[in-house]
């Protein structure tokens, strides 16, 4: 039986620069591990592709903030709080750095290769 998440997900739309100009659900603080460059990946979602990790990187330079009443926009939301996946979304037009920390930290509470990661980004800023 579908039940809709007790706690709420932040999501960032954001619509690609180039074709086909989808709209992607960014979720800034569920972590998806490290990409090749050492990157952190987020958790995304779009209709075409359906969830895979975001490398936040290169993600804001090859799209730009998406509208919440854009009607790509509002059927992806619809998609994703919707059954199977029961988001209840918090839409943000962008992340804490902080609580992205954060939930890096938590993603390497268990894993040793990506707490070095988190580290690395640490001693740096």
Not at 104 to 113: G, I, L, T, Y
Request: a positive charge.
């Amino acid at each position: 039986m579908f039940e809709q998440d007790k706690e709420e997900t932040v999501v960032i739309m954001r619509r690609w620069r180039q074709q086909p100009r989808s709209v992607i659900a960014l979720f800034p603080y569920v972590i998806d591990g490290q990409g090749r460059g050492g990157g952190w990946l987020v958790s995304s979602y779009e209709h075409i592709g359906q969830h895979g990790g975001a490398d936040l990187g290169i993600i804001p330079r090859l799209t730009r903030a998406a509208n919440w009443d854009d009607p790509d926009v509002v059927a992806l939301r619809r998609e994703l709080e919707g059954a199977p996946f029961g988001y209840r979304l918090l839409p943000r037009r962008r992340m804490s750095y902080r609580l992205f920390l954060a939930a890096c930290e938590a993603a390497c509470a268990n894993d040793r290769r990506l707490a070095a990661g988190l580290a690395a980004i640490v001693d740096a800023s």
